[in-house]
């Protein structure tokens, strides 16, 4: 075990931690107050820090391939993907923010060339944004075998019928794409009876019923939503990799989705943590300073120490999935999608707490994350899910 | 110790379930539509609601007067205060909300009667909405002697000027009168150096500066607040019972006010475990209803354990401030004010997960129930400021 | 709800308290030393304290009965047994103690003239001591039902064959009578093929195989025995109630047996709580007074904090048995069986913190204190089967 | 970071997992039999052991030096020190246990030749056993400031007087020499006043007052003592390294300490996860085993979740130990103190509720294996003064 960071990781680190020191810190408030004036429009700022941030040679980290991405592998990405969890706005920035992240990986390992040419060119550019249509209201999505939406062959084309929820950049004025789960076999063995096919967000059928709140928060610009898709027809050239793979496609964006959110994670818990320092240094309650009261300093201590031990399983996973694959690994995704959000929330918890009412407004950003933190408890499949997983495999040990 | 509720109780009980199951419960839908149409208005249901409570003698329950309100102990009120609890609609309803009760008892115990006749009575009626202003945002308000804001006697009037937030029903259109608390006389013993004087809401000088979310809530129609008050002018016989009273007037609501918070939670928790359950009976997952998934089933246990010991201990509370006083009952009060909102926030989140994503919305109103749950763990005094006070108590036992 | 304890309880109580005070915690440390001398006999200072608590007139309070006990009810013996629970060696000062309390109770309801006359009466004097065999190695007992002892009729005597473990006062010199639960009718229905019947400890056959610790402690005089009963052959007149009834008269204990523990462990957590804040106020580390430091006053509030629940909800159980009985009040049983020793366990282990490397000592009573809370979360069932039927109830609820 | 063991770690590992299944965990029932008839003699299986390992080459792995011992850093050792920490008794067996080896470690690095010759070669043979007497009853030891023994200076010898306390090894018969802190020069600067020295176990005036039980464990055959040094007069060469320099070498072994505390403590826990699916798999109630309730499939997955994370810690620790030295790593060093403990108890708990009664016994290992666990949350420092250093280096940090 050797807890230095890989040489890339260590060569790209100063120059991130200065572009978010320079320009994504100073600009939150910006982002917030353009937002606050249109809702749903993408805030000017953002579009110039993604340039800036092109310019700098930080863009599309995330993709392992070297020609189109930085070609980092998870351990490499995992200390940069953590930095930029530390800002809500930093992922769009860099252009590794979810869902994108995951279908451009998506398109990158299953698109054909025209699929790539018109979708994953303009993702890749930052022009345009997508969105991954999966959960549905009426089932219980973490068991992927249960999707209802039907992806149906007419002749030259795809007919989709269905209705999906929680599907994040509903609301982004250029959330362009949408890739949507559908089953095209009902008939076919469990697990080859999905198809996941390319829909233009502007497709005829394609409503938009509401957009969701997480909590109270809209996440605008790009928001959560809730979609019918009502007779949506699309050319049968628009199915990714063939009928029958959309398990295996989203099998294959599980893994890298849950650790990215979980590496974030640990950027947010850490940025929370300095914040709860720097207010018990400076307010003071009873005649003394927060930071000398016992209780508090007991929190500061344990935050310090659940993140560590939470960041060492993170980079654990990434070094396991790049040496033996998300399946080999299994076991470790599911234990850091447990074990990150619940230790965010208590961290972030803790932190709202040390400031005092202004915690659960929007002036720390801390009741966001901590909103963000909470719901990652639930995306990407609950708690009790992946608890069954690791004690399915604890079981079948030794057995 | 007798459990039974007493008799008092059980003569309104009946009529108040009945009236929650027949109007509230199927009003709130219609109350979200209505807001979401015009965010700052008060919803047309409400008012409707407000005349049926008051035709049926469901109306200012709070009030220990027999005239002006019901005439109900703590121990008497406590057990319809829980069910008003269950819908976070319900106490406006029945004219039982904070912070207007709080306003109604200071001007009922300490108002002058031209006070009372200008504001008591119009908010007895439900006509008008007040604020109560305290909370500042530049110290610690937990220690009420660190209030910043003055009050500076000029001939005939007083000249306020400070800053205040967190300031519940700032935004509501009917929000007429202000309680304000600030200091007179700065060079007086410690706790006699504030007064609290009735500013009308449209005086010169009264700024709102912007509302305040709550995890991004925004509480509509009333909302909260934060206030500059610049050389505000209002009659000298604007000021409550006489200067250098104010923190006496100040301590005589923060503990029926934390209880009646305590209470309602209790309503709050108890409804969300029942959504429980009923979700946990009808949602199927990996072939089987929750319901029959073990450990689920020890949540829902767990929550309804929690939720009598709550119970009790709110129960012996009120019985307690009935029989000695709020003072002496204050280390039960600052009890509750911990083990209630805790408990809430736990049996809250349990509730969130079980309804997956759809926990996080606005459909099952369990996000902002545990949002302002939360919320309560900081409002009137943070958790460690009542865990001290307990400690202290307890320290000083057997000495 | 009325907080006040009942009259009866309030006329013992003085006494009782008084008693504590003047002889039972003063010869705590001369009832080890006495022990540490003769591991396995009964220290003479036990019968010198029984013969004055009797003629002090505190004795047999547990008995509901008039004239052979004091006559109380539940709610009116809890506070009493609360006091009891401070000092280990307090209940059977009284003639209080697990399992002498619930064989009493069992002889007292269900045994014949001749079974009281022979081992009631000795029992009620104290002059003798007695078992309960019903747990077994092999089987999961807290499923009554899974009782492989055999109990089988041959002409006017009964043979029992089995394996018992766990059996309080095992060890105890004067143990002379053993309650043993076995099956009698195997093919009768599920809940009608137990009985359970007297052996005396002498009985041929009747082998102690061993005395079990409990994390360590030999908990000697009275000790955990595991039994091997081979081929025990005792008249069929020792037989309880009749054939098939064993299940009933289980059932009948199991109630009040699983509150006397609940009220006991309540005590035990007070005096933990007291001696933790004596140990604080005395204590220094770094220069101030352990009572000065944040995190430890924030354990000593939680503490009472949830003193003060579990207790109200112990008086809540006992005030429902008496009025409705335990199968009505089996939900209420069930809780404070969860939430009572969790409770007593996490005080003591605060309080143990607190005294350093002597709180796990004999030095403070306070690790044997946690073992038995410890215990108890297993005793009489385990949490997980009390857990699973307070939920099977909730579940059941508004159905 | 790279997660493999280090080369040497597994040139050994396979040699020392065979040596555990083949003979270790095989004998430790013997080792139990044989001290039930001989408290406070070594077992002869263990002699039997300790002769086999040393023919095996796992002997004295703990020793960093490559002459003396097996030359391992900490990164190397920790894998192996966690397999030994999965039986109570390997420890010894491999002769690296507490507290000889922090004993051999101040022997080796500070002793005199004189002093290794006569006192590190019969330890480093195993020969002998020592004690390190450092913590007094009367002081709160955590702040080795406050020793209050005396060693004084009389011509050509040292006289010691004090009393020390949790002196483990007191009881064991081979225990032949004390290595005892205390104070030489009351008036120099506050790290200086302190000196160590070696007080042959047989002087005059060494006076062994009683064994300490943990609960209710003796510790045989070694023990936890209180000793009083009445007059104890040594050699002045029996000084270790010069006036002054007792808080320096308390200091060098404190960090090894607890982190080879904590490395067993992993192996404590893994093993009890272990023995937890072992039994779920296998017992059966209420009709199916334990394996298939969720409740219990839960606790076995937080638990494997609390011990990845944990272990990755205290490999992180060690590797951190081994590049920049104990002080540089005392903020993980306290962190590992802190985390590893509570997560053994954590999973141990799980564990013995399990087992059902039999948890609590000798039968399997766990409540002796909880009882060392929770000692360790006090020994080396409680957890309060370990939080209070993490909180002291984060409140600095960003400064």
Not at 17 to 23: I, K, Q, V
Not at 125 to 148: H, K, L, Q, W, Y
Not at 184 to 194: E, I, K, L, S, Y
Request: charged fraction near 25%; charge should be neutral.
């Amino acid at each position: 075990m050797v807890v230095e960071q890989p040489e890339r990781t260590r060569a790209l680190m100063p120059k991130l931690m200065a572009f978010m020191a320079d320009h994504v810190y100073p600009s939150e408030a910006l982002y917030a107050e353009q937002l606050a004036r249109a809702r749903w429009q993408v805030p000017a700022v953002m579009e110039d820090l993604k340039q800036k941030a092109r310019a700098a040679g930080l863009w599309n980290l995330f993709l392992a391939d070297d020609e189109s991405g930085a070609g980092l592998t998870n351990l490499e990405y995992a200390p940069l993907a953590e930095v930029m969890g530390r800002s809500a706005i930093a992922p769009e920035v860099f252009n590794c923010s979810a869902p994108d992240v995951g279908n451009m990986e998506v398109l990158f390992h299953f698109g054909s060339p025209e699929q790539k040419r018109q979708w994953l060119t303009p993702l890749l550019d930052g022009r345009i944004r997508s969105a991954f249509c999966m959960t549905e209201p009426d089932v219980a999505s973490s068991d992927a075998t249960n999707v209802r939406t039907r992806i149906v062959r007419d002749g030259d084309h795809y007919v989709i019928n269905g209705r999906k929820w929680w599907i994040t950049n509903a609301g982004h004025p250029r959330c362009d794409i949408l890739i949507v789960m559908g089953k095209t076999n009902p008939d076919a063995p469990r697990h080859q009876q999905q198809s996941q096919i390319l829909v233009p967000r502007g497709t005829s059928g394609v409503k938009l019923v509401r957009t969701l709140p997480l909590f109270g928060f809209d996440d605008a610009p790009h928001g959560h939503g809730e979609f019918v898709f009502e007779n949506v027809r699309v050319p049968a050239s628009n199915l990714i990799a063939g009928e029958g793979r959309g398990f295996e496609i989203a099998q294959s964006r599980l893994g890298p989705g849950r650790i990215h959110h979980c590496m974030r994670l640990i950027g947010s818990a850490e940025r929370a943590l300095e914040a709860m320092v720097v207010r018990a240094r400076s307010r003071v309650a009873f005649g003394k300073p927060l930071a000398e009261q016992g209780a508090l300093r007991e929190l500061i201590a344990r935050s310090r120490i659940e993140i560590e031990q939470a960041r060492l399983l993170v980079l654990k996973t990434a070094y396991l999935m790049d040496q033996v694959g998300s399946k080999a690994a299994r076991a470790e995704i599911a234990m850091i999608k447990v074990a990150v959000p619940m230790m965010a929330q208590a961290v972030l918890d803790r932190a709202m707490q040390v400031h005092g009412a202004g915690g659960f407004t929007d002036d720390f950003g801390l009741s966001y994350a901590w909103a963000w933190a909470r719901a990652l408890r639930m995306a990407d499949g609950p708690d009790a899910v992946h608890l069954e997983a690791v004690a399915k495999l604890e079981l079948k040990k030794n057995g």
